[in-house]
């Protein structure tokens, strides 16, 4: 058995490294710090260690050990489960809420980071169990080992690295103005405010954004609500909104205009040194919900809507 | 999970006497003048965690999103 230590050690040591170089507290504060932090960095290991001994079991012609990794795969399940879970029920606690396509979102995320440290663990073990094959010096076989774990490390982590609202949309400044009750933003209409006070507020506080698409495409993703709610939720959590839990008309209002899919968003700010630019960039930076993404330019009928297009 | 009622007049508010509404479940309360109104409506929004919207001639509904 001591022979594959050689294998096991350094495939164990590269997936915890990926999991726990994958998780960063940012301004989401997602996982949360510090027992969020211990309990992924848990499941990271016992992901590296599942990848790490499935070579090993293949070498010994232990076949059912490998219906451990299905165990796993169940088991990672769980994690998205238990993510979701836990957003859900703080949800009626945000201010502006997530919103349940950000929450599946993340919920996903978490659980394509154990896969990736499974992965990289085992590819890190083949790498070594090859160059030991191939009768290289052991510790060179290790070093090489590293090495590709570490190459498919940045691999994944670029291809599983998401878009943002910038990659597909344009941000633009828009102007608040009031047709007597009625909000309005670039002339499309938003909310009935009655109180004149309010509408002051709107006024000496309020910044609005217009996102303007720059494909098709683009169109249905911002078109989702789930997105919408996703940007109104970063741009509150960012920027610090001016609302309390009993004044629900300050909340962020994202809506779209009918007529072109441009989605128009406005937010009550709360100090007054945070200016356009800071929303805008907030904006730009959402990330894209992968439950969000469409391609309706790929279809059939998409071709053809564009071809017509074209001759028009 | 949380329950509760949304997209709902909570109250009207007006000073339109010749608002009325026979048989309906949802409370009327009249004011002086605007100025009483724009009060009127605040509180009771507050109160309800709802929004005032207005839709003319001196009426506000209150209503809960």
């Known amino acids: ?193 009655g109180l004149q006070k309010t509408r002051d507020v709107f006024l000496s506080r309020g910044l609005a954004v217009e996102i303007i698409p720059k494909d098709e495409n683009a169109v249905t993703y911002l078109s989702n609500i789930g997105q919408r709610q996703a940007v109104q939720h970063n741009a509150a959590n960012q920027l610090g909104i001016r609302k309390d839990a009993d004044e629900p008309e300050f909340t962020p209002i994202a809506k779209r205009n009918p007529e072109n899919g441009n989605i128009i968003m406005s937010i009550v700010v709360m100090r007054p040194d945070v200016d356009i630019d800071a929303l805008i960039e907030a904006v730009r930076r959402t990330p894209l919900l992968e439950t969000s993404k469409r391609k309706p330019s790929d279809s059939v009928v998409g071709q053809k809507l564009r071809k017509n297009r074209k001759k028009v | 999970m949380q329950i509760e009622l949304k997209d709902f007049i909570v109250a009207v508010a007006t000073i339109n006497k010749d608002m009325v509404s026979s048989g309906s479940l949802v409370p009327i309360f009249y004011a002086e003048d605007n100025k009483h109104l724009d009060e009127l409506s605040e509180s009771i929004a507050r109160i309800l965690n709802s929004v005032v919207h207005d839709i003319g001639m001196g009426t506000y509904i209150i209503v809960k999103h």
Request: glycine share 6%; charged share 20%; hydrophobic share 50%.
């Open chain 1, 1 to 193: 058995m001591d022979k594959y230590y050689i294998l096991i050690i350094p495939g164990l040591i590269m997936g915890t490294f990926a999991r726990v170089h994958m998780i960063k507290s940012d301004y989401r504060q997602y996982p949360t710090y510090p027992r969020g932090y211990l309990s992924h960095f848990t499941l990271g290991f016992i992901a590296a260690g599942l990848g790490s001994v499935a070579l090993p079991a293949l070498i010994e012609e232990e076949f059912a050990a490998i219906t451990f990794l299905a165990l796993a795969a169940q088991q990672f399940r769980e994690v998205r489960n238990m993510e979701r879970e836990g957003l859900d029920n703080i949800e009626i606690t945000e201010m502006v809420p997530r919103g349940t396509a950000y929450i599946e979102d993340i919920a996903k995320t978490f659980e394509a980071r154990n896969y990736m440290a499974i992965i990289i663990s085992l590819v890190t073990s083949t790498a070594i169990y090859i160059c030991i094959i191939f009768k290289i010096n052991r510790y060179m076989s290790i070093f090489s080992g590293m090495v590709v774990g570490l190459i498919v490390y940045i691999f994944i982590k670029r291809m599983i690295r998401g878009e943002e609202i910038a990659d597909i949309a344009d941000v633009r400044e828009a102007k608040i103005s009031f047709d007597g009750p009625v909000l309005k933003i670039n002339g499309v209409i938003i909310i009935n405010v």
